[in-house]
T-cell receptor, first 112, second 110 residues
């Protein structure tokens, strides 16, 4: 089955800890994206990568970091510097343009 | 800043009725997309309409685009309980990134 996976579905962390969210795709897409969604809100872009070993900041990159060492993988680290990390995190991939993104099922992160 | 904004924020209808959601945007676009999100899930792409298209159909979905008014509408005909979800429009900003609206929460009652 082709698709995009995120793990885990639910994640709980204590304040002050870094946490890494996984995102893997086997759609052979060049571009991958991380979004954050807060209750009742739309999606906000955190980071995106259009090619392996390259990535750019989105609108709300502060407190987050990413890597793109493999085409299939785009992990997101939520650092202790992120002031309000509790949110629903969505990973997406696409063919390299900004058209038709394919989304993973999301990871709900709760930091207490 | 918000590029696409949906209206209404919430819509509740009976099964079999039509549901119409609207999206307004601010700057010129190359295309506009509609996505659906079931509660607690990822988004699913529904339809893309290009700036030179006025109307597009996909099954029970009908999307219109009026570039002069910078607006789009999504019509779901003969709605079903399974259509209950949030619906988002997405457009490109000037840097080419996708900007999502806040969504319309549709509830279809059986």
């Amino acid at each position: 089955d082709g698709g995009i996976t995120q793990s885990p579905k639910y994640l709980f962390r204590k304040e002050g800890q870094n946490v890494t969210l996984s995102c893997e795709q086997n759609l052979n897409h060049d571009a991958m994206y991380w979004y954050r969604q807060d209750p009742g809100q739309g999606l906000r872009l955190i980071y995106y990568s259009q090619i392996v070993n390259d990535f750019q900041k989105g609108d709300i990159a502060e407190g987050y970091s990413v890597s793109r060492e493999k085409k299939e993988s785009f992990p997101l680290t939520v650092t202790s510097a992120q002031k309000n990390p509790t949110a629903f995190y969505l990973c997406a991939s696409g063919s390299g343009s900004w058209y038709e993104q394919y989304f993973g099922p999301g990871t709900r992160l709760t930091v207490t | 800043s918000q590029q696409g904004e949906e209206d209404p924020q919430a819509l509740s209808i009976q099964e079999g009725e039509n549901a119409t959601m609207n999206c307004s945007y601010k700057t010129s676009i190359n295309n506009l997309q509609w996505y659906r999100q079931n509660s607690g899930r990822g988004l699913v792409h529904l339809i893309l309409i290009r700036s030179n298209e006025r109307e597009k159909h996909s099954g029970r979905l009908r999307v219109t685009l009026d570039t002069s008014k910078k607006s789009s509408s999504l019509l779901i005909t003969a709605s079903r309980a399974a259509d209950t979800a949030s619906y988002f429009c997405a457009t490109e900003d000037q840097g080419g990134k996708l900007i999502f609206g806040q969504g319309t929460e549709l509830s279809v009652k059986p």
